[in-house]
Every structure is written in C-alpha cells, then in structure tokens.
C-alpha cells in the first residue's frame, strides 16, 4: 500500500489540475464558440462540448482522488488526463500534469520497503516477521538458552584436548 499524499504534494497536484483545467478551457472555448473550426475527419472533434466535458470529468476525477488521499489514482488520472483528454496539438500544456501523476504514482514508502525486506530475510531465517507496530520486536530476537535442567543439559564445550586433535587430523 502507498503512503499517503504529503500536504505539499497535495498543494502542488490541486494547483497544477487547477491550471491544466484553466488551459483546457481555454483551448476548447474558441471551438464551442465557434470562431475555429474543428479538423475533419476526427469524429471525436465532430463534438466540442463531449470532449470538453470529458477532460473537465476526468480532471474532476483526479482532483478528488488528491483531496482522498489516494496516491496511486491520482497519479493514474494526473496521466490519463495528460494523455486522454482531447488537448490536439496542444499536448505540451498538460505535461506538468503528466510529470506530476508520474512523479506520485509511482513514489515509493521506504518504510514499508524496509518493512518487506525484513519480512523476507526473517521468513528465510524461520524468525516471526516484523510488523508495521513493532509489537514483534522481541519476537525476532534469538532466544537465550535454557539453563541446565533434569530434562535438559546442555552441549558442554569441547575440551582442549579434542579440540587439538581435530585440528590435526585434517589435512
């Protein structure tokens, strides 16, 4: 899962849809009012007010998926928006937008990677993994062990005397 939108992340994605939209309108306008005439033979042009409605839809969309805190659909719709909406030859002025869902949606929570790799290197040493809380942090610590008992007694190490002849009898 991603982390959420820092507050200045979220300051400078409402502001760039805020002027992506402003820049969408005024591309679009002159077309509805007809002073410019749409290219032929592009059947989604045939139709200036859908088109305007559907960048403004899908920046509405982005904006809001910022103000939910959602990451990774911003940055999708930051994207979409930037490749999607009907910008023509015009497709350079919604590049902040694209840099911008770019940027977010693909940011990456160096905790949680951390907390992954953790999990990982413990589930190959057979430890209980780590979790976000750290309620398992004594978990994955070794365990001490146990005193000498009836049940139980421990390796002795071994004497000097075997220790020596190990080492001389390998090659």
């Known amino acids: ?63 809001f998926m910022i103000y939910r805190n959602q990451r990774r659909f911003a940055g999708v719709g930051a994207v979409i928006v930037a490749l999607g909406a009907g910008w023509g030859t015009l497709v350079l002025l919604a590049f902040p937008l694209m840099a911008w869902g770019v940027f977010v949606g693909f940011k990456v929570d160096r905790a949680q990677v951390e907390l992954r790799r953790q999990a990982r290197l413990a589930k190959k040493s057979g430890l209980p993994a780590p979790s976000a809380s750290g309620t398992n942090v004594r978990a994955s610590a070794p365990r001490p062990r146990p005193s000498a008992s ?22």
């Open 1 to 63: 899962m991603a982390a959420p939108l820092s507050k200045r992340e979220r300051q400078i994605g409402f502001g760039i849809v805020a002027l992506t939209a402003v820049a969408y309108i005024a591309i679009w306008t002159p077309v509805i009012i007809g002073k410019v005439k749409p290219a032929k033979n592009v059947s989604f042009l045939n139709n200036p007010a859908v088109a305007i409605t559907e960048g403004l839809l899908l920046m509405a969309i982005t904006a």
């Open 150 to 171: 009836k049940r139980y007694t421990p390796p002795k190490p071994p004497s000097k005397r075997e220790a020596r002849r190990r080492r001389n009898s390998r090659p």
